[in-house]
């Protein structure tokens, strides 16, 4: 059913209050909806923007829902940007006009740029039809929002195309009517309800009226649907009206029926009567609209048939759905229904977040939230690197984000994970280090010749992660079929064969050599990723100055090489205070730097280069990319000089040349 001209005008002012819309949104009739707004306006009445924006989620046509934006009343920039934050909008292609004609109103009626823009951002990320991708591309070039420019810059040739500035222009035509001019471009129509055009309807064959009634009630025909035929609007099933086959005909219906039935009519149907397939095709027709209730009565339904397990792997896609659409109530209620609350229980932790931070939690995300607007900076590294070690299962998963191109921190992050895993006896070798070596592989294809024994590593790290891949597929595989075997029903298992107690056994050990290779190979692989990163950084940091942001600096001179045997370290009081001033993962980093120059760790030493032109020796030894410790070696002691940012090494090698201390 349309919106109606003719039925909009019928309309009398007792039947369009705020109770009367509601109900007919909650029998998902957004069309009757809007009509009794409609009404309600010409009448002289306010419509609050609020209420409209409960209608607009159902309506499909852009110019009702233009003449819905234009004639609210009360906040309507608010009302606008909540419907489309709190996303009520359907994710079809079908509604994505409304939600984009909802954003140029908001933006029309004040609301912030930003905000505008960033809803924008979010649609432009969906798949478009050409109407909607016009409406985009030339509402967002206008707003000035460079991240949503470059977004939607693929949709530049869809507005050139001539039926797509059209539809832009009539967008246009409509938004500048007065409300009663956009209500006389509305159709006039009978008021009647014809099926679907995708309905065949079938004729009742001619009947007697002293036959039996063919509706099955045992009365004859001209006592039971005679009078009633005349004004029968056809349906799929012979002899029954269309208002009929939705209320009592539910039990004849197909999946496809189920697909073809507009959601006003679904809502309708006798959900108890549906046969299984069409029954959760409803389900998911109600969650892709939107309407959770009703989603939630199918699973209630399904839950009655087939137990409450059963329903609960329903109930997940709806509770994930819920969340994504910003419905923590829906979710939290459903949950509260999940016969094991085991499986859902990253959806609870969700809902849970999803409360306002306080407390420590509050603190986190205020942190990240600065650290993240000032990357690329070391203090990501420190923010994964102090979650990691007061929470190392989160820690490994923010560690993991923090690793990154062209930093010499990602060692350093790797080595710290692996301590995090032991914590949680979890096995060595973190996935991580796939990423670290993939990294500094695409750094090496970069230079004109990579080291042979890096090249040597990155195989066999490959051979072994492929066996490790193929040792866990078998191991999986095994104990999938001794969990099949002890469940078992009882009098199968009585009457299992000596055979099958022996596949048993056998299983047993298999599974046990599996673990035992898997946990070998699991060590091996660590251990290569740890070599190929060490010497992916090692060939780094001898590598040439053509390493431009990493290299282009003041590292002058040959590699030194150590000295022979161990020099005590001296730490002089400019560097403690340097020491104190920089971030915890940097001074712990300079620190073990500083135990293996002392130690006179070949490997520590690479990279070590002497500064130039100086009245005594000074070394240089890169902390990661942004600091260097300067030091001299003299009668066996390691004095520590300076620790310096790269910012500053020019003014402290040029103080350092000037003095002869």
Request: proline share 5%; charged share 30%; net charge negative.
């Amino acid at each position: 059913m349309a919106v109606d001209l003719t039925r909009i005008r019928a309309i009398k002012d007792s039947e369009w209050s705020d109770e009367a819309i509601r109900a007919a949104i909650g029998a998902c009739d957004a069309d009757r909806a809007a009509e009794l707004a409609f009404a309600r306006a010409l009448a002289g009445r306010e419509v609050d923007a609020r209420l409209v924006a409960e209608i607009l989620p159902g309506v499909r046509s852009m110019g009702v829902a233009i003449a819905l934006l234009g004639l609210a009343s009360g906040d309507r920039a608010a009302a606008w940007m909540e419907l489309v934050e709190q996303r009520r909008i359907p994710d079809l292609r079908s509604a994505l006009d409304v939600e984009l004609l909802a954003l140029r109103a908001a933006h029309r009626d004040g609301a912030p740029p930003a905000e505008v823009a960033r809803a924008c951002r979010r649609i432009a990320r969906l798949d478009l039809d050409a109407d909607a991708g016009a409406l985009l591309y030339t509402f967002a070039t206008s707003l000035g929002d460079p991240a949503l420019s470059k977004l939607v810059a693929d949709l530049r040739d869809v507005v050139d195309d001539d039926l797509s500035r059209e539809f832009i222009l009539s967008v246009k035509r409509l938004e500048a009517k007065a409300l009663r001019q956009q209500l006389e471009s509305l159709p006039e129509v009978p008021d009647a309800t014809p099926p679907p055009a995708a309905f065949t309807v079938r004729a009742a064959p001619s009947v007697g009226r002293n036959e039996p009634c063919p509706c099955g009630s045992g009365q004859k025909y001209k006592k039971c649907c005679a009078d009633k035929d005349a004004q029968q609007t056809g349906s799929p099933i012979r002899g029954m009206s269309w208002d009929d086959y939705l209320t009592r005909g539910a039990d004849r219906m197909s999946q496809e029926d189920i697909d073809r039935l507009t959601l006003r009519d679904l809502a309708r149907v006798d959900l108890g009567k549906l046969a299984d397939l069409p029954l959760i095709t409803a389900f998911r027709r109600f969650v892709v609209e939107l309407a959770w209730q009703r989603a939630a009565l199918v699973l209630d339904e399904w839950a009655r048939r087939h137990g409450a397990p059963e329903a609960d792997e329903h109930r997940v896609e709806l509770i994930m759905s819920a969340l994504q659409h910003e419905r923590v109530d829906i979710a939290a209620a459903e949950i509260a229904k999940v016969a094991n609350p085991a499986d859902v229980a990253i959806e609870s932790l969700e809902v849970a977040l999803r409360a306002p931070p306080s407390g420590v939690l509050a603190a986190l995300e205020a942190q990240c939230a600065a650290t993240l607007r000032k990357e690329p900076t070391t203090e990501v590294v420190d923010l994964a690197l102090g979650v990691l070690h007061a929470l190392p299962a989160l820690g490994i998963l923010v560690a993991r984000g923090a690793v990154g191109p062209g930093t010499l921190d990602n060692q350093f992050i790797g080595e710290d994970i692996e301590t995090a895993r032991d914590q949680l006896g979890l096995p060595p070798g973190d996935r991580v280090w796939d990423v670290i070596a993939a990294l500094e592989e695409s750094d090496e294809d970069d230079d004109e010749e990579t080291d042979g024994e890096a090249k040597q590593l990155a195989t066999n790290l490959r051979v072994t992660s492929a066996r490790v891949d193929e040792l866990e597929q078998q191991l999986a595989r095994a104990q999938k079929e001794l969990t099949q075997r002890k469940v078992t029903p009882a009098a199968s298992a009585a009457a299992a064969v000596p055979a099958d107690r022996d596949r048993e056994r056998e299983l047993r050990a298999k599974i046990d050599e599996l673990k035992s290779l898997v946990s070998e190979g699991n060590e091996e692989r660590g251990e290569l990723r740890r070599q190929l990163a060490a010497q992916s950084r090692a060939t780094r940091a001898a590598a040439p100055e053509a390493r431009a942001e990493v290299e282009a600096e003041h590292d002058e001179g040959e590699d030194v090489a150590p000295p022979r045997g161990i020099s005590i370290p001296v730490v002089s009081r400019r560097v403690q205070d340097a020491l104190a001033d920089a971030p915890a993962a940097v001074a712990a980093e300079m620190l073990k730097l500083l135990g293996g120059l002392a130690a006179g760790d070949g490997f520590t030493w690479r990279g070590t280069k002497p500064a130039q032109d100086m009245p005594r020796p000074v070394l240089m030894a890169r902390v990661g990319i942004h600091y260097r410790l300067l030091f001299r070696i003299e009668d066996g002691m390691l004095h520590t000089l300076d620790f310096v940012t790269r910012e500053n090494l020019d003014v402290t090698l040029k103080r350092l040349r000037t003095t002869k201390a």
